[in-house]
Structure formats: C-alpha cells, structure tokens
C-alpha cells in the first residue's frame, strides 16, 4: 500500500513520523505513518489483539495498518470537521478554498 506524500502531513519531525490520508473502495481513513530511510511514507503497522477462551489470554491477531475509519468522503468531511470543532474552528473563517472543493 504505497501512500503519496500529497497525502502525508508531518507531525512528529523528530522522528519523521505523522499522518496520511488514504482512500480505499471510496472510503477514507487517516493512517499514522512515517517516512523511511529512503524519504517514501510508509505506514505503521499493529497487530490486532484477539481473546483466546481456552488459553484464557489475548493472541496476536492479523497485522493491519493503524487507522482511524472516516468514511466515505462526504462522511469523511462532516467528521473532520466535527473534530476541527472540537478543536475550537469555526466555520465562519475561512479555510482557503472559497468555492468549498476540497484539494483532493
């Protein structure tokens, strides 16, 4: 799953790590990622926790990529902007893109 860096925004630059946005069957989802010794954005990976009745503990899972599910892209939008909100954003200032698009 390769991510470009269009997509990628640098949180962390002591260890080159951050978030990416990434788009699959049209839903969205923001990946925490990272950039690697070569400069490409590579993305954090975790291994799901599953619960063993018999042996009475968690097991490793599948290994997938740490995301978090916005989901399709209109969704994608309210939820971010729910989450600017939070942030104390408001809508009334505006963002740089006066006729609304989004730059992706």
């Known amino acids: 799953m390769a991510i470009e860096h269009d997509n990628f ?3 962390n630059k002591q260890y080159d790590s951050g978030i990416a946005l990434d788009e699959y069957n049209d839903k969205y989802s923001i990946v925490s990622a ?10 954090k990976w975790v291994f799901q926790q ?24 209109e969704e994608a939008v309210e939820t971010l902007k729910d989450l600017l909100r939070m942030l104390g954003w408001s809508e009334d200032v505006p963002t740089g893109q006066p006729d609304g698009d989004l730059p992706f």
């Open 9 to 11: 925004i640098l949180t």
């Open 34 to 43: 990272y950039l690697n010794k070569d400069g490409q954005v590579a993305l």
């Open 50 to 73: 599953k619960w063993d009745k018999e042996a009475k503990k968690s097991v490793p899972g599948k290994n997938m990529p740490l995301k978090i599910e916005l989901g399709t892209r």
